[in-house]
């Protein structure tokens, strides 16, 4: 029988919302299938309205040091209930342009339910059977909840709620020191909460360098945030109302135990897929450990099924999702097989100051053996970082011996915009030199990737022998 669609995508997040919306616009009859709301983690829990309270965070922080800049600084008093419905406002007000109705205007079949494969080739939703010529798995993912004795027994806040807080937060706990961990425990802290983050890494962000994570730590320890690395948390249990309403027992790694209290709980410690009750197993698609096996170019083992998203694993962030949306779609709609995603992938913590890297670190070219070099420059060095007094962090280049661009770190203000740049680079397969000779407009904060490329250039301009015949063209004497 012919299949009823041409696409049916499971789950309406970015990567869904993507491949549902291209789909159409490429004339495929397309369905899309999701249990709640149409947004997912992104607009709902994640970016949207993180960044939207990160960014009330800020003005807070900068009303308070605003004699930094020569004015007298105020105390914004900060009400985290009226921060958190402008959060919430943001987010509708975003939601609008995900509406079943909008998607419905381009041709989409929006269906709400829970549902199952029943084969290889079939789909059940609320009873009604989906057939297609390719089915795109864009479930995403979930927090982990690790298991802590006791953690059953205290309520406690992941990302998913922590957004419907309209209550003070005193006394906030973070389990886990990375990425989310980082962003709610600088924004809490702002919004004028007391704020621990707990981890059993030895130190904060542990997938980026430690010299480019060293300076976010010292700006968040800076402001007030604790930190209690390299320890375990041997259970939890209910505080009394005077103490808090959580409390936690920490061992260290020599066997001290030490005590704390709380108001407040976030789970902040990683992510798992979510592929429970989708019936993979019927559809012939292989889980190992929780994780679907999907080849390179993101098919299962059924080559109906494609995943994108949190679920493909390596790269869980918004913009990989709608990038990999597009590679379903040129393999299974425009038929273009030989597609693959991109392995050059940008990713960035957006504390203040942002972390964002992209290709190898300094650590993976060690790590691997890879013949390397690595130039830095400093915000300090910047004039347009000096101008807005912001001077934190550096950026950092890492290249082969011939001056290909590997991988690149920038730490410091809107290292998230300025890390586009290296992306370009890294994925065209330019030198560092191509950086250093493109021309940066003045005065701007990109030029501190230029002057870490311009480092470059200086070492072989710094070598005796070779500075002479650059820059005048000598010839050795005979």
């Known amino acids: 029988m012919k299949p009823e669609f041409d696409l049916a995508v499971i789950g309406a997040g970015a990567g869904g919302l993507a491949a549902a919306a291209g789909g159409a616009n490429l004339g495929a009859k397309v369905a899309l299938i999701e249990r709640n709301r149409l ?7 994640g970016c949207v309205p993180s960044k939207t309270l990160r960014k009330s965070a800020l003005v807070a922080h900068t009303m308070r040091h605003a004699d930094r800049f020569a004015l007298t600084p105020a105390d914004p008093k900060p009400d985290l209930a009226r921060v958190m419905e402008r959060v919430a406002s943001v987010v ?27 084969s290889p080739t079939e789909f059940d939703v609320n009873g009604r059977t989906i057939t297609a010529r390719h089915f795109v798995l864009a479930t995403g993912s979930r927090p982990a909840i690790p298991p802590i004795a006791g953690l059953s027994h205290v309520p406690y806040l992941t ?14 706990i973070i389990i886990g020191a990375g990425p989310v961990g980082c962003e709610m425990a600088q924004a809490f802290r702002r919004l004028g909460s007391d704020v621990l983050v707990v981890d059993m890494a030895n130190r904060i962000l542990p997938r980026e360098d430690a010299d480019v994570a060293a300076v976010v730590q010292r700006q968040l320890e800076a402001e007030g945030v604790r930190y209690r690395l390299g320890i ?17 027992t920490l061992r260290t790694a020599n066997g001290a135990v030490e005590q704390l209290a709380a108001t407040h709980l976030m789970l902040a410690a990683g992510r798992i897929p979510n592929v429970e009750g989708l019936g993979l197993d019927a559809a012939g698609v292989h889980v190992d450990n929780g994780n679907v096996i999907v080849d390179d170019v993101l098919t299962t083992t059924n080559p109906r099924i494609h995943v994108i998203g949190d679920v493909a694993g390596k790269f869980p962030f918004t913009h990989m999702a709608e990038h990999q949306a597009g590679v379903v779609l040129s393999q299974t709609i425009l038929g273009k097989s030989w597609t693959k995603p991109s392995l050059v992938v940008p990713w960035c913590t957006y ?26 420059y400093p915000f300090l060095d910047v004039d347009r970082a000096r101008a807005e007094g912001e001077t934190e962090g550096f950026a950092k280049l890492v290249s082969d011996k011939r001056g290909h661009l590997l991988g690149a770190a920038i730490v410091g203000a809107d290292a998230g915009e300025l890390i586009a740049e290296c992306v370009l680079a890294i994925d065209k397969g330019l030198k560092v030199d191509d950086i250093s000779s493109a021309i940066h407009a003045y005065p701007t904060r990109s030029q501190v990737a230029r002057r870490a490329a311009d480092e470059r250039r200086n070492e072989a301009m710094r070598s005796p022998h070779r500075r002479g015949r650059r820059l005048f063209g000598l010839r050795r004497a005979a």
Do not use: K
């Not at 998913?160 to 906030?172: G, K």
């Not at 504390?351 to 830095?376: I, K, M």
């Open 92 to 118: 509708a007000s975003i939601a609008l342009e995900d509406s079943p109705e909008h998607f419905r205007t381009l041709g989409v079949d929006v269906i709400h339910g829970s549902g199952r494969f029943l």
């Open 351 to 376: 504390t203040d100051p942002e972390l964002a890297r992209v290709g190898l670190s300094e650590t993976d070219a060690r790590r691997h053996g890879l013949e390397h070099c690595v130039y830095r």
């Open 159 to 172: 990302n998913q709620t922590v957004f419907d807080l309209r209550e003070p937060v005193p006394r906030l």
């Open 232 to 248: 375990t948390v041997g259970g939890v249990t209910p505080g009394d109302p005077h103490a808090g309403r959580v409390r936690m």
């Open 39 to 45: 947004g997912g983690q992104c607009l709902w829990h």
